[in-house]
T-cell receptor, first 115, second 117 residues
Framework: GENVEQHPSTLSVQEGDSAVIKCTYS??????FPWYKQELGKRPQLIID?????GEKKDQRIAVTLNKTAKHFSLHITETQPEDSAVYFC??????????????FGAGTRLAVHP | GAVVSQHPSWVICKSGTSVKIECRSL??????MFWYRQFPKQSLMLMAT?????????EQGVEKDKFLINHASLTLSTLTVTSAHPEDSSFYIC?????????????FGPGTRLTVL
């Protein structure tokens, strides 16, 4: 079945450094890849997403890259700040499938940004 | 826009009782809603896909008779945990797919923390 692997499970960086989280997916028909930030006890918040027709997307300090051939995508956070500390989840889905566009989530990465 | 609410935000119940959780899309119509379960320090696991006016589609390993889903309108889906047991204690989160937006984008509710004693 569909599977999304995410690494690392934990990531600790100093404020101002960059953070990179990587995911690989198994379903070659996947065409939508969102990234969510979840703080403790809260709902996942969409921070950026990318579709399979582009290789990179950037929004201020956050960027996502996609390599369809290798079936992996990455989240890049530059100039990290303490408020970036949270759990980040990648996900993958494909449209117009019998599964009604269901998202398959990675296991999550706990990011800690130290002042 | 695209706000999803859940009610209740938390609930404590005795073992053997049933609990109903509501998921509402407040400012948009959602033909499809999704129900997830999240255990502490784990990822979101999809339980079922709820489609307005039809039966829900359950993921493998999820008991449809235990987790009853009703999607009676374009803005409301309910999840009923029947005969709850302590192992059902978890964070239940719904999401809704906005019918008028990009076809994959989902908006999440704030979650319901269920504790079964």
């Amino acid at each position: 079945g569909e599977n999304v692997e995410q690494h690392p499970s934990t990531l600790s960086v100093q404020e101002g450094d960059s953070a990179v989280i990587k995911c690989t997916y198994s379903d070659s028909a996947s065409n939508y890849f969102p990234w969510y930030k979840q703080e403790l006890g809260k709902r996942p918040q969409l921070i950026i997403d990318i579709r399979s027709n582009v290789g990179e997307k950037k929004d201020q300090r956050i960027a996502v890259t996609l390599n369809k051939t290798a079936k992996h995508f990455s989240l890049h956070i530059t100039e990290t700040q303490p408020e970036d500390s949270a759990v980040y989840f990648c996900a993958a889905s494909r449209s117009n499938s019998g599964g009604y566009n269901k998202l398959i989530f990675g296991a999550g990465t706990r990011l800690a940004v130290h002042p | 826009g695209a706000v999803v609410s859940q009610h209740p935000s938390w609930v404590i119940c005795k073992s053997g009782t049933s609990v109903k959780i509501e998921c509402r899309s407040l400012d948009f119509q959602a033909t499809t809603m999704f129900w997830y379960r999240q255990f502490p320090k784990q990822s979101l696991m999809l339980m079922a896909t709820s489609n307005e006016g039809s039966k829900a589609t359950y993921e493998q390993g999820v008991e449809k008779d235990k987790f009853l889903i009703n999607h009676a309108s374009l803005t409301l889906s309910t999840l009923t945990v029947t005969s709850a047991h302590p192992e059902d204690s978890s964070f239940y989160i719904c999401s809704a797919r906005h019918s008028g937006r990009e076809h994959n984008e989902q908006f999440f509710g704030p979650g319901t923390r269920l504790t079964v004693l």
